[in-house]
């Protein structure tokens, strides 16, 4: 090879060694930038994965008190159908009670009665008699 053919490679060759090099620092800028978008997307995802998880737990806590709520109206809802029905129960057997009192009071009365008009008659058949 001569001087120049030596030279025109050795300037080929630093010129593909650049290249190469160039290629390598720019793949890794690109590789950084993309670690770096994936870690700023990891981040995000993150956060909302911390914010999901406070409106579960809000959503939750906000149910439980719900159904707490709901537990205490129907237990007072089941104290307030027992008193009624208690209340009924004691309202049935009175009115009952007072009827059963007035018919027997009026029963005896029409018994009383009875007799005196029986007694009646047979004074009357006595008299005919």
């Known amino acids: 090879m001569t001087g120049r053919n030596r030279a025109i490679w050795a300037v080929a060759v630093g010129l593909f060694v650049s290249i190469l090099a160039g290629g390598c620092q720019q793949e890794q800028a690109n590789q950084d930038k993309q670690a770096r978008l994936v870690a700023a997307q990891?981040?995000?995802?993150?956060?909302?994965?911390?914010?999901?998880?406070?409106?579960?737990?809000?959503?939750?806590?906000?149910?439980?008190?719900?159904?707490?709520?709901?537990?205490?109206?129907?237990?007072?809802?089941?104290?307030r159908n027992k008193a009624l029905q208690n209340d009924l129960r004691e309202g049935v057997a009175e009115r009952v009670k007072d009827v059963t009192d007035a018919v027997i009071t009026e029963n005896a009365a029409l018994r009383e009665k009875i007799r005196e008009l029986l007694a009646e008659i047979e004074k009357l058949r006595a008299d005919d008699g």
Not at 51 to 60: I, P, S
């Open 42 to 79: 990891n981040l995000q995802l993150h956060e909302e994965l911390d914010e999901c998880r406070t409106r579960v737990r809000t959503l939750a806590e906000n149910h439980a008190k719900a159904m707490d709520r709901r537990d205490q109206e129907l237990a007072q809802c089941r104290a």
